[in-house]
């Protein structure tokens, strides 16, 4: 009987040996699983999952389309092992290779697929939503709606009734399902950081509010071409500012004349005569606000204009322009580099 006991015994250790041996074996077999790449598809897949997707089906998507081999598995490891973080919804692009803890760090962090969307400098609030919605971001008008939210700048600027001159021109990145708000908020966080780190240092000797800065910086803006010209041509407009004569800036003209809702492209004579407060032909000053989107150049500029006694300044017709000191050397200007120069120009297209 002993002996029969003896017998068991062993089995027993034997079967729990073998036991033991297998769970090492189904789990060494498991984590090989896991953490060998794996790509069961040709080319690339892009794969899309709307917010409030669960994980169990994301994971049989990713099994379905040949990113990872075992949903059970790479589950048990997000909840046993990660301790069931949330997957992110999102756009995801897989193109290599991958592990199933690389997939599901990707998920977990949220690495979505992004887009650029380039803004140029100089666009008003208008023409930046216009120009967002067409590159396949967002609706125009809810975009026109955000910008119109003074109060994401009150804090730099107490009279903002909107965001104009605040949407900073760069080239950003947004997923596919970006909201309008969530574009209209990076473009003015950008903002507030390229001004803190670039603009901020710059203006030890500047004793004007950020508003009047941003305003004087977005003229300058739409007169300079080249980068060279800025610091001057903010000389001139703070030598007018400082004796007390008008600014005779063109574009705030058409930015009163774009605010009708009548800009047709073509500054006329007449225009000059519109009774807008950004009409700065009629009204002396800036005029009440920002009239585009600057970049850090111009915002510099306006802080730091050059020393000069320039009053004036013509275009020279290629993107660079002519100062004077006075009006009549400012009208020989004007008759070498405008009537000289188009007169020359109408005769040479006229003879071809």
Partial sequence: MKGCWRWLWRLALVLIGLAVAAAGLGGYYAWQKLNEPYRGYEGERLLSFPSGTSASTILQQLADNGVIQEPQ?????????????????????????????????????????????TLIE?????????????????????????????????????????LEGYLYPDTYRFA???????????????????????????????????????????????????????AIISSVYNNRLRIGMALYADPTVIFAIKKQGTWDGNLRRPDLKLDSPYNTYLYPGLPPGPICSPGVASMVAAANPADTKFLYFVSRNDGSHVFAKSLSEHNQNVYVWQKQYWRRKWAEEKNQ
Avoid at 91 to 100: I, Q, W
Avoid at 122 to 145: P, S
């Fill in 73 to 117: 598995l790479a589950r048990a490891y997000l909840v046993y092992y990660l301790d069931d973080p949330p997957l992110q919804a999102g756009e995801y692009r897989f193109s290599e290779a991958l592990s199933t803890p690389q997939v599901l760090d990707l998920l977990v962090r949220g690495l979505v697929v992004t887009y650029p969307l």
């Fill in 122 to 162: 100089g666009l008003t609030l208008e023409e930046a939503a216009d120009a967002i919605a067409a590159a396949g971001f967002g609706d125009a008008e809810i975009l026109k709606l955000e910008m119109r939210r003074g109060d994401l700048v009150s804090d730099l600027d107490p009279q903002a009734d909107d």
């Fill in 176 to 230: 596919s399902g970006a909201t309008e708000s969530d574009i209209v908020a990076a473009l003015v966080r950008n903002f507030r950081q390229r001004f803190r780190r670039d603009v901020e240092p710059f203006l030890s000797d500047y004793d004007g509010t950020v508003r009047e800065l941003v305003s004087l910086a977005s003229i300058i803006e739409k007169e300079a071409l080249l980068d060279d010209e800025r």
